[in-house]
């Protein structure tokens, strides 16, 4: 069964810099397709960025384009979300999904929290 591990959250301030981590077991990791998703206190989880298996290619949410960068290591398989330019309204758990035929699987998500 896969499993999946978020880590790297913790307080910022504004402007700073953060980089999320998501660690997933299973044998084909490089083909799955991992997503980020963050959900704000009060709000619906919304998708933040995601990075496909084959090829890599990257998709982002208009909100966090030019600040966030999302990128994979298959040999550690881990997807990292880089973190830039962070505003308060970034505040939010952020979840990872590994995603692959047959197969949806979610973290227990990782808190990141800006300050102004």
């Known amino acids: 069964q896969v499993q999946v591990v978020e880590s790297g959250g913790g307080l910022v301030q504004a402007g700073g810099s953060l980089r999320l981590s998501c660690a997933a077991s299973?044998?084909?990791?490089?083909?799955?397709?991992i997503g980020w998703f963050r959900q704000a206190p009060g709000k619906e989880r919304e998708f933040v960025a995601r990075?496909?298996?084959?090829?890599?290619?990257?998709y982002y949410a208009d909100s966090v384009k030019g600040r966030l960068t999302i990128s994979r290591d298959n040999a550690k398989k881990t997807v990292y979300l880089q973190m830039n330019s962070l505003k308060p309204e970034d505040t939010a758990v952020y979840y990872c999904?590994?995603?692959?035929?047959?197969?949806?699987?979610w973290g227990k998500g990782t808190l990141v929290t800006v300050s102004s």
């Open positions: 999904n590994a995603h692959a035929s047959g197969m949806d699987c």
């Open positions: 299973g044998r084909t990791f490089s083909m799955y397709t």
């Open positions: 990075i496909r298996g084959s090829g890599g290619s990257t």
